[in-house]
């Protein structure tokens, strides 16, 4: 009975960062297997060069390139004007063991996430998965979540990665980077 508390806590803090954000979602527990979230992984974040938006700028792009090499997917970047573009040189994900380092933090898969309203600001249904840190329990420290999904019906790739800051107890975005591509 104990170990279905922290699965729902987990769904819990998920929905509510969504619904905080703009998103009626729907987090899913974790029945996905390791093979089926490594291949929407490689869907949604195919090798070569692109450029992506900023989804909450209609004038900013990022240049960008992503490598796979069967077992890590690391990003890098070309754009110095970014408002944080070494963020993303940052960042990697481990398909074997199907987490994220971001910021030299590892990141531990949350769950699946299903949008079902198109009211929010991505104007789209989407499907996609999360990975986040512990939050810190004392007063100091930095909480990181990462979101990579996928767009209905256009196909566009949502990754989105936040990182807060807690000093004192008071929780404050420190990094807010959402990219569409």
């Known amino acids: 009975m104990n170990a279905i508390y922290p ?13 905080y954000m703009g998103f009626a979602a729907v987090a899913q527990h974790h029945t996905s297997t390791n093979k089926e979230i490594r291949r929407d992984i490689e869907t949604m974040l195919p090798e070569g060069e692109m450029t992506a938006n900023v989804a909450d700028s209609t004038n900013y792009t990022l240049s960008l390139s992503i490598a796979n090499n069967g077992n890590k997917i690391w990003f890098y970047t070309y754009d110095d004007s970014s408002p944080a573009p070494s963020i993303l040189d940052q960042t990697s994900i481990d398909l074997g063991k199907n987490a994220v380092i971001l910021d030299g933090q ?13 009211e929010n600001s991505l104007q789209s249904k989407w499907k996609g998965h999360c990975w986040s840190s512990e939050r810190p329990d004392g007063n100091d420290g930095k909480y990181h979540q990462f979101v990579l999904g996928k767009l209905e019906p256009s196909g566009q790739t949502y990754l989105h ?3 807060k800051e807690i000093k004192q107890g008071e929780e404050k975005l420190s990094l807010d980077y959402p990219l569409l591509f």
């Open 7 to 19: 699965s729902l806590t987990k769904a819990l803090l998920l929905n509510a960062f969504f619904l």
């Open 106 to 118: 590892e990141l531990v898969y949350i769950g699946k996430i299903t949008v079902i309203d198109k």
């Open 161 to 163: 990665i936040q990182i």
